[in-house]
């Protein structure tokens, strides 16, 4: 990930709405994007954040997964699939939920709520402590030993599956007897 420069002063949390009367999530005050030794950058508490809390939007541009810029130069993806062949594109207008990083055991989840994704503690995460989500990775192909190469896993959890993808539990085949 390339470094970015971080603004000294501290961004209020406030509604604003953009020119079609639509709220606009704004920067939230009780996380903050900055290194990470699990991948590039991440969001951290700045506050004790409960279990349950509703923490950030994830938010950015809305398109269809067909309009999504292939950039083979960039390895940061900043899409999140909703229904209907639609995307949040975060790398467009996006917030700082796009840094937040994947692992296996992670503190916060992922909530659809209609066209919207929200980010939600899944138990009281501790000021400092960075915030992670299990992107569990949906593709439209096989899983090969190359896609899973692909999309390995560096979140270094006991529970490591060691992919970003989305294992799909085998089926087993009923037998008659």
């Not at 969001?43 to 309009?67: C, F, H, L, N, S």
């Not at 896609?147 to 560096?154: G, S, T």
Request: contains cysteine; charged residues 30%.
């Amino acid at each position: 990930m390339t470094s970015r420069k971080k603004s000294s002063r501290k961004k209020k949390s406030q509604r604003r709405f953009n020119n079609v009367g639509v709220a606009e999530a704004q920067p939230s005050t009780t996380v903050e994007v900055r290194d990470s030794q699990i991948h590039g950058r991440g969001v951290y508490a700045t506050q004790v954040i409960p279990k349950g809390a509703r923490i950030i939007e994830y938010t950015g541009k809305r398109m269809p997964w067909a309009d999504v810029p292939a950039d083979p130069n960039d390895p940061h993806t900043f899409i999140f699939g909703l229904d209907h062949g639609q995307v949040i594109n975060a790398g467009i207008d996006g917030n700082e939920a796009r840094w937040i990083n994947h692992s296996c055991d992670p503190n916060c989840e992922a909530i659809g709520k209609g066209d919207r994704i929200f980010i939600c503690a899944m138990k009281q995460i501790r000021a400092g402590e960075e915030l992670f989500y299990d992107y569990a990775l949906q593709l439209d192909e096989p899983i090969t030993e190359e896609l899973e190469a692909e999309y390995k896993c560096h979140c270094g959890a006991a529970s490591c599956r060691g992919t970003l993808l989305e294992l799909k539990k085998k089926r087993t085949r009923a037998t008659k007897r």
